[in-house]
């Protein structure tokens, strides 16, 4: 209650956003968890060179290894090294994951944004239909399309674009609504300012704060479903080293090799982790209720 | 007396209930502005003033009767009347701190209206001129950079009114633009207001709640109420001898800044609630 | 008159608050007594302290760092212990807000919010409903006993102000203290307010502080004014003298910005510049950067509220300003 001193006015409408402006210094557990996710996606990226092995090496001499210094993490059921496997899996896993929920993101914004500004007629038929694929289970919807195009880690990945981007339109339909209405954007309007650069200029900025974080958020969720959608054989085939599939492989060996599952299973733990963390630390940051009204207020 | 530069006939906007019923936020208005004229618009929560405003500059559609601005019938303009509308009448928000978008730096928000309105105009000239309404309203260049966060709320509504003079309007509208401030900031952007109406000769429009400050402001003065004009005259005369009794008690409600006077007026309100028995609330 | 002991006793009150970098002092060390059946209007712009003056006297906010001495009911507020200030908010001080809507719960009854107060204090729950309801009566909310089962937003603002104000006095306080309470209300119901904790305050009700910014609003309301800025009082000043003859420059300029209905001529005088802020303290008058009447000095040497001698008997007045002895305003009413 101490910012009630700043604010010269008593009206206190409060801006709800200020990223632009915000300049309140990282913690270091934003700092942490940023790190984790960056460091997960030069690891996507750089992976495969980095591997100690070839990931898709058969040596049936040396199967279901335990950890050691040649093999870290061990060997698979065909001898192949599983830390080299997870590095050549991160790729698959953690882009197909960002793409996913980039694409989704993307078309849920455009298709909010037309809902938002075409008029009532387009409004209800696009809010219905994103009901519609809404009221379905992301999963069974998933793997529907997954299996009806043909399982692989492609249709995996388009399967649940399509499942996924109507919740990004409803929340950024919301969202642009609500911006729509607020003084400043009335105030373009009475400038004269056209259409588009309402849009893209005052409302969409001030809009997509929500998505960002929720976007950051799903990509945990998403690398856990393609993961499954792989895992009950609708994703990545053999011998792709996508996490899920070796989650998969792996489980035959559980008894006696549990590190062959868990050492993927874990991956896909702390990825997930990683990135909700992230989204919520910038849900954190954006959020006017958490961050203060001004850089030096106290708290 | 010369013809009206804007012109209200019959406005009526209504809203839904709730309840399939319909209420009249604008019951039949009727307003002629002449060019130059200061005019205030006052009326308590829920008298319409906004909503007539709002209709005046197109945030709202009105449901029948017609707007004039300057020969142009507003529902029927065309696109070329229309731009040139939206140019010459400006407005001021209430509130300073959500009219002004959080993401956008002051020369932005200044120099938006010239985008619009001056797409000829190089970076360069849009930078000057946003200096000269700037330095007008009493800021300097000093505040193209930045954001309006770092603005008080006086100062943020200087850059607010400093927008709406960019694009060189002949009529500026003010829904409270003081109403959210500190008494004492509120009197800089009352004689802003004041000098910008008598400097450049714009028409005003100016909506307020409180008679004391229209009186500083405006020549002339509209009283609403439930929608409807209760009053409209001159401000001299109307202050002086009101001749609704809704004026009136507007008028008795406004404190004086003088213990005796204020003394004497609120025994008289006193008296005449005790004698109406009826207490609006 | 300065005979009577004070019902509230605030002394050398001072407020601190951390910050990133570091306390920041919101309170300077503000003296202001009370005595029964006064009603002291407290000043000031936004930022000048007059809010988190009410709330630290009650440490309302954990954020604070108290220091000072607060005197009521034969204990010092700033060291009682959390248990006796749950007994003094409710019971020994009143408090209203700006915003009677979200100083109500919007999910419970009129009538159960308005007895709380006594509920929590072992009334019996039928007592207390009456006296909610004779309360709620005397406010001039019609058909109480009815509407006492209705929600805050089934009310108007002004009726919300009215509940506000019953919740704050149904357990007969010594003291109200209300915060800005008809900013967010029309003119009329502001005056009905206005009125109305006048009433409350007549014959043996509670001492009244009334926080605003609107130095135009408590001419005809107000006993005794004191006037804050940059987390001091500047001038402290019966009504009369105060309106009559302002001594501190920033007392007139407040006086000066008050758009007034009752005058002809004379256009608005504005201060100029900004209110001061906590966060960037100027050194020696808090003042000076604004003032017209400012000599170097001021920039050095902070003035010290000082008792102005007064002709009359119990009109001292107290004013911080070097110049408070040589400038006279010389107001015409």
């Keep these: 209650m101490t910012d009630l001193l700043q604010r010269p006015e008593r009206l206190r409408i409060r801006p709800r956003v200020r990223r632009r402006t915000a300049r309140r210094r990282m913690t270091w557990s934003e700092l942490a968890t940023y790190g984790a996710v960056l460091v997960l996606l030069v690891l996507a990226v750089v992976g495969p060179w980095i591997a100690p092995h070839d990931p898709y090496l058969v040596d049936q001499r040396n199967t279901l290894l335990a950890p050691s210094g040649e093999h870290w993490l061990g060997t698979d059921g065909t001898g192949r090294d599983l830390f080299s496997r997870l590095l050549a899996g991160a790729r698959p896993s953690i882009i197909g994951a960002v793409v996913t929920v980039l694409a989704a993101a993307t078309i849920g914004v455009v298709v909010a944004a037309i809902a938002a500004t075409a008029g009532r007629v387009v409004d209800g038929i696009v809010m219905r239909i994103c009901e519609v ?3 379905l289970p992301v999963m069974m919807t998933g793997l529907g399309l997954a299996v009806a195009l043909g399982p692989s880690q492609k249709s995996a990945v388009i399967a649940l674009i399509l499942a996924s981007w109507p919740s990004f339109a409803r929340l950024a339909r919301s969202e642009i609504r609500r911006v729509m209405v607020s003084p400043h954007v009335e105030a373009a309007q009475v400038l004269g300012v056209s259409r588009w650069r309402l849009l893209t200029k005052h409302v969409l900025p001030n809009s997509l704060d929500t998505v ?13 479903i393609i993961s499954s959608l792989s895992f009950i054989g609708a994703g990545a085939q053999a011998p792709s080293a996508e996490w899920g599939a070796m989650v998969e492989s792996g489980s035959r060996f559980l008894n006696n090799a549990w590190w062959v599952t868990g050492a993927p299973g874990l991956a896909i733990l702390v990825t997930s982790a990683a990135f909700s963390l992230a989204g919520d630390a910038l849900r954190a940051r954006l959020d006017p209720m958490l961050s203060s009204s001004l850089g030096e207020a106290p708290r | 007396m010369s013809a009206p530069i804007l012109e209200l006939r019959d406005v009526v906007k209504t809203y839904g209930d709730g309840n399939g019923g319909r209420v009249a936020a604008v019951d039949h208005v009727s307003v002629a502005v002449t060019e130059g004229q200061g005019l205030g618009i006052v009326g308590e929560s829920g008298s319409g003033k906004s909503t007539t405003v709002r209709c005046i500059v197109g945030l709202e559609k009105p449901d029948s009767g017609t707007i004039t601005y300057d020969g142009i019938d ?42 619009v309105h001056a797409p000829r105009m190089s970076r360069a000239q849009r930078r000057d001129r946003c200096v000269e309404v700037l330095e007008t309203v009493g800021l300097d260049a000093g505040a193209l950079p930045r954001f309006p966060r770092s603005f008080s709320g006086g100062q943020r509504q200087r850059i607010a009114i400093a927008r709406a003079l960019a694009p060189e309007p002949r009529m500026l509208i003010c829904d409270e633009p003081v109403s959210a401030l500190d008494v004492s900031v509120q009197a800089q952007v009352i004689t802003l207001l004041r000098r910008m109406h008598r400097e450049l000769g714009l028409t005003m429009l100016f909506i307020a709640h409180d008679l004391a400050v229209v009186r500083h402001l405006c020549d002339s003065v509209l009283v609403m109420h439930e929608g409807r004009v209760e009053e409209t005259g001159p401000v001299s005369s109307v202050y002086a001898q009101p001749e609704a009794g809704y004026t009136r008690a507007l008028l008795d409600a406004i404190p004086i800044p003088d213990p005796a006077r204020d003394r004497a007026r609120r025994a008289r309100w006193r008296a005449s609630t005790i004698a109406e028995e009826t207490t609006p609330a | 008159m300065t005979t009577v002991p004070p019902v509230l006793d605030v002394r050398d009150l001072t407020v601190d608050v951390r910050a990133a970098h570091g306390p920041v002092r919101l309170l300077h060390g503000v003296s202001l007594q009370l005595r029964r059946g ?42 009682a212990s959390e248990r006796r200030l749950r007994e003094v908010r409710g019971q020994g001080i009143g408090l209203v807000f700006q915003d009677p809507l979200s100083s109500l719960d919007p999910v419970k009854r009129i009538g159960d919010q ?10 019996p729950k039928r007592e207390a409903r009456e006296r909610a309801r004779d309360v709620l009566d005397r406010l001039g909310v019609p058909n109480a006993a009815r509407r006492m089962d209705a929600y805050p937003h089934e009310f108007s603002g002004g009726m919300r102000q009215r509940v506000c104000l019953a919740m704050a006095i149904v357990a007969e306080p010594a003291v109200l203290i209300a915060d800005e309470p008809t900013t967010a209300l029309d003119v009329r119901v502001q005056e009905q307010v206005m009125q109305l904790i006048e009433e409350i305050s007549a014959d043996g009700g509670p001492a009244v502080l009334l926080i605003t910014h609107d130095l135009g609003l408590v001419a005809g309301f107000a006993h005794r004014v004191a006037v804050m800025y940059a987390g001091r009082l500047i001038e402290v000043a019966g009504v009369d003298d105060l309106y009559a003859d302002p001594r501190h420059p920033y007392t007139r300029g407040l006086l000066d910005s008050v758009p007034r209905i009752d005058l002809h001529e004379g256009d608005l005088t504005a201060i100029p510049g900004t209110p001061a802020s906590p966060f960037h303290p100027v050194g020696g008058c808090p003042f000076h ?36 002895g040589e400038i006279v305003h010389g107001r015409t009413a």
């Design chain 3, 38 to 79: 006064e009603r002291v209007a407290l000043v000031g712009e936004s930022g000048s302290g007059k809010s988190v003056f009410a709330r630290s006297l009650i440490r309302l906010d954990d954020a604070m760092t108290v220091g000072g001495s607060v005197q009521f009911d034969g204990a010092d507020l700033v060291t």
């Design chain 1, 133 to 135: 694929v809404l009221s």
């Design chain 3, 289 to 324: 950067p604004r003032c017209a009447a400012a000599l170097e000095h001021c920039a050095h040497e902070e003035p010290l509220l000082t008792v102005l001698p007064s002709p009359m008997p119990f009109h001292d007045r107290q004013v911080a300003c070097h110049r408070a």
């Design chain 1, 212 to 224: 960002y974080v929720k976007a950051a958020m799903d990509v945990g969720g998403v690398i856990v």
């Design chain 2, 74 to 115: 507003l529902a029927s303009a065309s696109r070329a009347e229309r731009k040139r509308f939206r140019r010459e009448v400006q407005m001021v928000f209430q509130d300073p701190y959500s009219s002004l978008s959080p993401r956008l730096s002051v020369e932005e928000i200044v120099g938006e209206g010239l985008v």
């Design chain 3, 114 to 123: 308005v007895m709380e107060p006594l509920v929590i204090r072992g009334v």
